[in-house]
């Protein structure tokens, strides 16, 4: 594998498509440029569990303006992939409140809206569950977990290491339902014309929604285009397709040539798009007097959807953050009547760092040792599950450099002892991981025409900017300037790219660029002519079975909290990060402090509130669901330490998407001890826990 030579990476170069958003040129799914639309409003079940009876479209279908209502009585047929989100309106079967069970097309938005106010849907209601008990009689053991891995692991014998340890944590910590809240919510623009398919999507990855599509409708992939060059965010929620991507396209096969549009509104990003799930941890911790971990157990309770398994992996992180003689992960799930839950930035380790990271901290006070040394001690030499060597793990160094950073040395570790002008003030730590792997499937294309390379990759710009350190990437391979580049991404017109997902979209479109731009200039040298071209696909890495390859960070935080009121406010939060080298600094702070902020969001505002009888999220908009705004983010500082890691890719770069908020809410509830003494294991973070 060759190393790039870096001369634009590692440098800021300014967002390629910043002026067209600051413009307002950039065009998202909603605004896709096309003629005459149809406006889709659906209409949504009323009911968690049940059974359509009846429909009555008539008044909506009298409406002037009116184009279609559609239902599952009309609905084309769609083939069965296996995925029962997306087969929309196919039956008269109701799995969550929320579903879609009709939708209405007018000549605009307000008629639509006014028609779906007046279809009349009866039902045949079953008794549901929607509220999440950990206790349920329904618990049972998924035989994988949301990001593939096994739910079940043990290393020896926790409960005896746990009986003869010197020192125990045994404590549960809980963390609520979160919706994702992206700037742009999802959106859907689709046309056909004839057999061919065009979708304007607010998209993860066009290449897996045309897959998807694809198979719903019996079409090959070439007769599926899909387009998303900019997208509000994503955080997980706009990787598949979700149901109102398809109910779009399926209601527009009723007006063939007529581009039909579907934009969610707020509400509805809390009811259709998938949510990270309630999960109840239970962590026992054992140690020795010196702190030398004898036992970590980490058992999982989660929610999950009766009709679609997903469970968060909350104890996926437990295996590999220390060493520990003895290990178990368990996870349980609770089949609920909901909407199905779905990936969140940093999917497990964002909740189940809360469990591990609060309980080491809580060890380290039953132990009188510093919580930044009882970690370096418990710091493992190999991946404790694998045995594997590590590529590259800093942990140590994110923690000793954060340390001096943050101003440790002096930390008084006793709580409630810094009472400042009314608010008691404390300060807190927590570590974390995240995988850095890169995902197969994807082609580079390198043309070159008039003195300009064009890079052609269906890679997905979600705000991160992708395409301006992929345009980086393939100038420093191609050793030219960046202005020589041209890439192209977000469309099916292009080669296929893997999704903006895992972490692993620049490490797996980098990959790949990479290995094109050695094949061009092995066949045309560094002066090519016009018309010369190559492509690769994306290669393996050779190291990936020798080696565990993981990003790990450190987290700070202070906390202050009112006397009286026990008002929780973060003056000052730091993470430092340990993620190889940092392809384009400005992008990676922007990006790593999204995720503190979002971890501090998560620790002290979001939580979504099912209403159990009726399966409803009562706090569905921004104004019921407080995420961290102005006024709530203080200073936020991401720095990182030097990182050499030759073998995770040709830019030696890990995934930075989503270890920023790993550990974050950990080290501000640690933080929220430390400043009064109340040990708060459930999330959010609210004032009465302190009164
Ligand atoms: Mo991320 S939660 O893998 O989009």
Redesign the pocket.
Known sequence: MTTIDARSLGTSVRRIEGPDKVLGTAHYAAEAPVENPLHLRPVQATVARGTVTAIDTAAAEALPGVVAVITHEQAPRLVDGGDPEVLVLQDRTVVHRGQYVAAVLAETSEVAAEAASLVVVTYDEEAQTTGFDPDSPELYAPSVLGNGQAADTVVGDPDAALASAAVTVDATYTTPVEHHTPMEPHATVARWDGDRLEVHESS?GVGLAQQVLAGLFGLEPEDVRVVSPHVGG???TK?FLHAGSVLTVLAARLVPGRPVRFALSRQEMFQTVGYRATTVQHLRLGASADGTLTAVAHDVVAGSARWKEFVEPAGGSSRSMYATATLRTSHRAVPLDLDAPT?????GEAPGSLGLECAMDELAVALGIDPIELRVRNEPSVHPESGLPYSSRNLVACLRTGAERFGWADRDPRPRTRLVDGWWHGTGVAAGTFPAFRMPGSTANIAFSEGRYRVEIGAADIGQGARTVLTQIAADALAVPVDRISVVIGSTDVPPGSI????AGTASWGSTIAEAADRFRDKWGDDPEDGSEADAATPDNPWAEELAMAAHCAQFAEVAVHADTGEVRVPRLLGVYGVGNVLNPQLARSQLRGGIIWGLSMALHEESVVDPRFGQVVNHDLAGYHIAANADVRDVEAIWVDEDDPYVNPMGAKGI??IGIVGVAAAIANAAYHATGVRVRSLPITCDAFL
Request: net charge neutral; hydrophobic share 25%; glycine share 38%.
């Open positions: 993860q994503g955080f997980g990787g990936y969140m930035r940093a999917p903006a997902g895992g972490s998407g989503e």
